[in-house]
């Protein structure tokens, strides 16, 4: 029979992703079934599922540390922001529709029969299911047809663990306050709470732990250091990846209003050799890049004006004119070309607007979305890929005919008769040691090689780590069996 256990957190950020995928391989490096979980999800940076369905990167990390492949059931409701006030609706890994802010708050209690389905699917293959929450569910404004914290909770029976985040400071005020606003029977869902993010000696704050538990009633799980390789894992947000000045060779990264699947990122941001430089807005790209990346988009259209509205298009014809290397990926790839269309308003309203021109291509917004794993070749250094496509829109023009990349028997990218500029919809490329090293070297960079070696050697480390500073056995205990059947 399996158990379950949830962990929430006291805000954004708090690291529950990361106390997630710690303990599916803590878990699983005791011998046990473990599968990860979370009923909503919203992020555009999604990975692709063996079956050929969107979950949140952050679950398939999760499922790589517990030694499973990814499965839609792990997100069943994923949002993917589209404007400011509306997102995409993706159930178990396709898209439903396009709902607006107010609409999801109305009908979201409309999917929890799904997100039941899926969870307790997983529980039937699992010993153990670790729950991961979203946001905080001390927003109580938001309490009333929730499915992401104590409305599943309370629907699926599953004990909660909250976790503060001492690093942003307040963590009892965020523990104690938490409980003050929650409703009992949602306060009665805490088994425990912890700490995370302590730097320094956590016995330090062995007194504040007791403030804790007199004032809430629950027991403390412990206290989490500062996990300092956390940034070798790769980032769900934009705002996580780790920027790590000095390396000989910079490659800026534009960051795109609706910036989507910039996973593509991790493994150059691990590299030695490299500077990744995240430009804001506000910022110029610079001179000195020897690489401008445009990474994914969820709105191809919007984020190619925001990118026109900073200026960028000026200062990328610039960085071209000086010889230096343009690689766009999905969005940033139709960015690229000579005319980017949205005829049926896929994206947006409908509109056909003017490329940056700097690959003699086009590209029209299509119903059909193209979704799957896939088996790519770089014939220049003969090295095998793994990547995924998760895209809208059909590329063609001459520059296709200079692909570099192939799947199949199927040309994939495009680039431009000096070489300098490429692009493709393949996500993932740079996790390949043999891409990336021949890549960099083209653009002057050397590369270091076993970056999967070093996700997988890191997500040893953060369950060492759980396993010293928390009291895994008793967190055992506090999981409560799963009916079956």
Not at 87 to 107: C, N, P, S
Not at 192 to 219: H, I, M, Q, Y
Not at 365 to 375: C, D, E, T, W
Request: with cysteine; hydrophobic share 45%; aromatic share 6%.
């Amino acid at each position: 029979m399996a158990r379950a256990l949830m962990i929430q957190g006291t805000g954004s950020n708090a690291g529950k992703s990361m106390i997630v995928a710690g303990l599916a391989r803590a878990f699983a490096n005791r011998g046990l079934r473990v599968r990860p979980f979370k009923p909503q999800n919203m992020s555009n940076n999604a990975a692709v599922t063996p079956e050929g369905g969107e979950i949140g990167r952050a679950q398939a990390l999760q499922a790589r540390a517990a030694r499973v492949a990814p499965h839609v059931d792990m997100n069943p409701v994923l949002l993917k922001p589209e404007s400011e006030t509306g997102a995409q609706i993706v159930l178990r890994g396709q898209r439903l529709a396009h709902w607006e802010a107010r609409q999801f708050t109305g009908r979201r209690q409309s999917l929890l029969p799904q997100v039941l389905e899926s969870f307790h699917r997983l529980a039937a293959q699992a010993d153990l299911v670790v729950v991961e929450g979203a946001g905080s569910p001390a927003e109580v404004n938001l309490r009333a047809g929730d499915i992401a914290n104590m409305g599943f909770a309370r629907a699926a029976g599953v004990p909660v663990i909250l976790m503060g985040d001492i690093d942003r400071g307040g963590v009892i005020a965020q523990l104690v306050g938490t409980q003050a606003v929650l409703a009992p029977e949602d306060a009665a869902m805490i088994a425990s709470f912890a700490v995370n993010k302590f730097r320094g000696d956590p016995r330090l704050f062995d007194g504040g732990l007791r403030v804790v538990e007199e004032a809430t009633g629950w027991p403390s799980l412990g206290v989490v250091p500062w996990f300092e390789p956390a940034w070798r894992l790769p980032a769900e947000d934009v705002l996580d990846l780790v920027q790590r000045p000095g390396g000989a060779v910079k490659i800026a990264v534009p960051c795109l209003p609706r910036i989507a699947n910039f996973d593509d990122l991790d493994p150059l941001v691990a590299e030695p050799g490299v500077e990744v430089q995240l430009i804001r807005r506000g910022q110029p790209l610079p001179g000195d890049a020897a690489l401008v990346l445009i990474p994914g988009s969820k709105s191809t259209i919007a984020d190619l004006a925001a990118f026109r509205a900073e200026g960028w298009d000026i200062d990328l014809a610039a960085h071209v004119r000086r010889g230096g290397h343009v690689l766009g990926l999905c969005g940033g790839y139709q960015m690229l070309g000579r005319q980017v269309s949205d005829p049926e308003g896929l994206e947006g309203a409908p509109s056909s607007v003017e490329g940056l021109g700097l690959l003699d291509v086009e590209t029209v917004m299509r119903p059909a979305k193209r979704l799957g794993l896939v088996q790519a070749h770089h014939p220049e250094s003969d090295t095998a890929l793994d990547g995924y496509e998760i895209h809208l829109g059909e590329t063609t023009g001459p520059d296709c005919g200079r692909a570099w990349l192939s799947v199949g028997a199927r040309a994939e990218g495009a680039s431009s008769a000096s070489g300098q500029v490429r692009g493709s919809y393949l996500h993932g490329l740079f996790a390949a040691d043999g891409f990336r090293a021949a890549y960099l070297a083209g653009i002057g960079a050397a590369s270091q090689p076993g970056y999967e070696t070093g996700v997988e050697d890191t997500l040893d480390a953060l369950a060492a780590h759980l396993e010293a500073h928390l009291d895994l056995d008793h967190l055992w205990t506090l999981a409560r069996e799963m009916p079956t059947g």
